[in-house]
């Protein structure tokens, strides 16, 4: 993919990341679970991203590889991934290399989706406050492109779950404008990615939340 390839060429000059130019990268689009600290369960439905990369395949033109796969902030081929995915029910912990590494894939053609799946609220803002110290997450309006790229979702990210009963919400961060985090809080559509028998959720929601979803790809990848 032209992101991929966009990321490595962007980082190759960069010492730190010298061993990033020998990573072979597959022409098929792929996402990865983000493995962090601090006792969250960043690992739960692990059938999401593979339900979600075969809707994508089967609607729209990207090239995909269905499986599921996590990655590491540390790890080598961390930039190779040009949608980086984490979710979890608890505390995240970057520590200073996965902050300056997190921020390096941000700032040079990288994308992170972020899912509260109910309890990392707090924790997921106040290590991107780490990661962007003068940023603030800000709420994207209901016009902004990712809701209406591929489907349109007029009022924003679709409420999959209920949990604490408030509005769906989305929220970003930029650099240089672009849209380089996208983190959405009461909606928890990926959840509606896992399979059916795990969270019994109504077809309609989920197919609601594979759309969104395909929207996210679809952003990450053209913009």
């Not at 790229?149 to 961060?173: S, T, V």
């Amino acid at each position: 993919m032209r992101i991929v390839a966009f990321i490595l060429l962007a980082l190759t000059g960069l010492s730190e990341l010298s061993r990033a130019q020998h990573t072979q990268v597959s022409s098929a689009f792929r996402i990865a679970r983000l493995k962090y600290s601090g006792g969250g369960d960043w690992y739960n439905d692990p059938s999401a991203e593979v339900n979600l990369l075969n809707f994508v395949g089967k609607n729209t033109k990207i090239e995909v590889d269905a499986r599921y796969e996590y990655v590491e902030i540390a790890s080598e081929n961390f930039y190779s991934y040009p949608l980086v995915f984490i979710t979890g029910h608890g505390n995240i912990s970057f520590n200073e290399v996965e902050v300056n590494r997190l921020r390096t894939y941000l700032q040079n053609g990288g994308f992170l989706y972020a899912d509260d799946d109910y309890g990392m609220d707090n924790a997921f803002r106040r290590e991107m406050k780490k990661v962007f110290p003068r940023q603030e997450l800000v709420e994207l309006p209901f016009s902004h492109g990712i809701y209406h790229c591929q489907f349109d979702f007029p009022k924003g990210p679709p409420k999959i779950h209920q949990h604490d009963e408030k509005p769906a919400r989305g929220f970003g961060l930029f650099h240089n404008k672009r849209l380089v985090v996208y983190y959405t809080y009461e909606a928890n559509p990926s959840d509606g990615w896992a399979d059916p028998q795990v969270h019994n959720d109504p077809e309609r929601k989920r197919l609601d939340a594979l759309k969104f979803g395909t929207n996210i790809v679809v952003w990450a990848l053209t913009h």
